[in-house]
């Protein structure tokens, strides 16, 4: 049967003050009147029962997450500590086989934004076909709007079948000219969309990931405290995907963004005449191409230009939008006490 | 002898949000720990002493002002209604010379910055000693730092004596380049500063100003809210010093600013390495000659550069600093809930 995994980790900075630790970006409703995490668990109805969904998430976020999400509750899976993607969908993906030996596993992130849903699941869907078929671990390719040099990229290899090919290489994030390139050589944006049953992915884990392989049985056995302290950080991409020759991709024609920045917003939400997003009380005057989020007090903004502005849980922050990609760094000079938010 | 009255009056928006009704500009800390109300009374010590110092305001801030300039009760003048600037130092002077058949008046404002305070007594004094030696009306002309296109000019006349002269004429606010002719040809600022002895105040007053002559017998009959409701709202300038040929302008040759606009602040206030002034909780990174002011939540502020910034009262502005001058305009645009503050 289908099983769907939620990858919801992570507490980034990248939408301080607005994201806090026990509400990041996945739990903030980024794209529209509900979190991103809610949204992928309702874009999954009609592909994948709630029952059959799976959220990977912290021991703070599980609380939050349960909430909003009303999945059943042994279907929160806590992590003991965070260990990048790898030993999450490796332990996401032996708990859906735990529970059905015949699981066939969609793994996808909590913080995606995702417009046309019915192409989504059809894409999936083709993808559970092409891993079920082909017994591959199957990667989604979204078709690049732009040459993003945020995201990494699948170079497409040979075909096996009308709309599966192989992967010939995977490419890291890209600067300007070669993400120009690849896009122009028909590569894809690796989302981190995933097909594969649970049985290729153990095996090719087996076979090419010494990190986690020699840890599995603990996972046999119940014991995923001693996995986790066990096995080595890894991503999905590096661990496993990067090594193995059982991988395939298949091509996204869907509106897919991450989100990773402020300055990423207009993409995911409605603009006004002058190109601004504005969200919660926020008066704007002769303002263009800005950013202004207000979760606390009104914002009254006059004639500047491509500024993010945001107040949330007590802190206000006034930054050129082509600057918040390097928001960490201008964190890491504040004062923990003004920093650090509850 | 010698008295003061200090205008205070006037609750403008050009500080929004940090000025309110019950806290206008002249309260706030504008340019140093205390109000420049409680400057424009300390600034008189050794000059005119606390009990001949009187301050004329509406009946919002008598309480505020009382407050924090601990004057005698019955020094506080409140207006029944704004009536610009004739009638309140009529009035004022008038009741002066109730108390002081001699009295001799020095008129000031309570929203002044001035950096000397020694000249600026040694001016006022000479200013007195002219008003009584030549029975005029002196105003203080202050010697300009730059061509401003905000304040009112004065072109001196003949010499009186060594220092005083005579006043060919007021200009009004001029544009730019009449502005740079004026200061080229010697003209000075209208700061608002003046002397005179009562008796020549209201004597000018019978003879060129209808619009109060009127009705000054109210005053002598203590009705002075049928005063205020009779005479015609006009100011001093206008109403008096214009028409008047008992006028006299004295040099003043120290650092004065009304600081009519959050623009204005980084003239008194001390600014960083990069020319920003920050007050409160502000943390800047690569900001260049902002004006960021927090009396509320800490302001993060990356690399934006001319901005003014503002959390106070449950507001935040961010507008650009060369249109701080229109901030009236802005606020007019706004919902009165927004705009208007306690």
């Known amino acids: 049967m289908r099983w769907a995994v939620i990858l919801a980790g992570g507490s980034g900075s990248r939408f301080w003050p607005l994201s806090t630790p026990s509400a990041p970006k996945q739990l903030l409703p980024l794209a529209g009147p509900t979190s991103t995490a809610e949204q992928a ?3 999954l109805e009609g592909l994948v029962p709630r029952e059959r969904v799976l959220v990977v998430t912290g021991p703070a976020l599980a609380g939050p997450l349960n909430a909003v999400l ?3 509750a042994e279907n929160i899976l806590v992590e003991p500590r965070a260990a990048s993607t790898a030993p999450a969908l490796v332990w996401a993906t032996a708990e859906a086989r735990r529970r059905d030996p015949e699981a066939e596993v969609l793994s996808l992130h909590a913080d995606w934004t ?4 019915d192409a989504f699941r059809n894409t999936a869907a083709q993808a559970l076909g092409t891993a079920a078929r082909h017994h591959r671990l199957v990667t989604v390719g979204i078709v690049p709007s732009r ?3 945020g995201f990494g990229y699948i170079v497409p290899g040979n075909a096996l079948d009308d709309t599966a090919r192989t992967v010939a290489r995977f490419a890291e994030k890209p600067n300007a000219a070669t993400a120009l390139d690849l896009m122009a050589s028909g590569a894809l944006w690796n989302s981190g969309l995933f097909a594969w049953s649970a049985e290729t992915l153990l095996e090719e884990v087996a076979r090419h990931t010494p990190e986690l392989s ?3 049985g603990r996972l046999t056995s119940g014991d995923v405290a001693g996995f986790f302290a066990s096995v080595t950080a890894i991503s999905i991409d590096v661990g496993v995907l990067e090594r193995s020759n059982a991988v395939a991709v298949v091509p996204g024609r869907f509106t897919w963004d991450d989100v990773g920045t402020w300055d990423a917003l207009p993409r995911v939400r409605k603009r006004d005449a002058h190109g601004n997003v504005a969200v919660g009380p926020v008066h704007l005057a002769a303002a263009e191409d800005c950013v202004v989020w207000s979760a606390g007090d009104p914002i009254v903004v006059g004639g500047v230009k491509d500024l993010v502005i945001v107040h949330a849980n007590g ?4 930054i050129p939008r082509n600057q918040a990609a390097d928001l960490k760094a201008l964190l890491d000079q504040l004062p923990a006490e003004v920093r650090d938010l509850p």
Chains 1, 2 share one sequence.
């Not at 995702?114 to 849903?117: A, G, N, P, T, V």
């Not at 802190?315 to 006034?318: G, P």
């Open 41 to 43: 668990v309702t874009r």
């Open 70 to 72: 009303k999945l059943p």
């Open 114 to 117: 995702i417009r046309e849903d």
């Open 147 to 149: 040459p993003d040099t």
């Open 214 to 216: 020699s840890h599995l």
């Open 315 to 318: 802190r206000i922050l006034v």
